[in-house]
């Protein structure tokens, strides 16, 4: 089992920033991705950033330029930061870790946490 703790998530004006973190707990071995996700009222939940143990990133459209996300493998936290954040960005994140183990891949995910962002 893995547990995702996301916190970072509040209330931010159109063009501030926030940083989201995910610290994750539990048997990490065979975890190789984590991602950050969102959904908003009424939408579907989307990838918003993602990363590989060795680093490899990959960025929603929307976001790329905006957002960063970075891990700390000693601690096994990954984070997203935030910049010019726009009134679509409102959204819950949540906290995405996929295990590979053997032929079987399992989905964990976080709580959530809610980002507004007021214009």
């Known amino acids: 089992q893995v547990q995702l703790v996301e916190s970072g998530g509040g209330l931010v004006q159109a063009g501030g920033s926030l940083r989201l973190s995910c610290a994750a707990s539990g048997t990490m071995s065979g975890i190789n991705t984590m991602a950050w996700y969102r959904q908003a009222p009424g939408k579907q939940r989307e990838l918003v950033a993602g990363?590989?143990?060795?680093?490899?990133?990959n960025y929603a459209d929307s976001v790329k330029g905006r957002f960063t996300i970075s891990r700390d493998n000693a601690k096994n936290t990954v984070y997203l930061q935030m910049n010019s954040l726009k009134p679509e960005d409102t959204a819950v994140y949540y906290c995405?870790?996929?295990?590979?183990?053997?032929?079987?891949?399992?989905?964990?995910w976080g709580q959530g946490t809610q980002v507004t962002v007021s214009s």
């Open positions: 990363i590989t143990s060795g680093g490899s990133t």
């Open positions: 995405n870790a996929m295990k590979r183990v053997l032929i079987t891949t399992t989905n964990y």
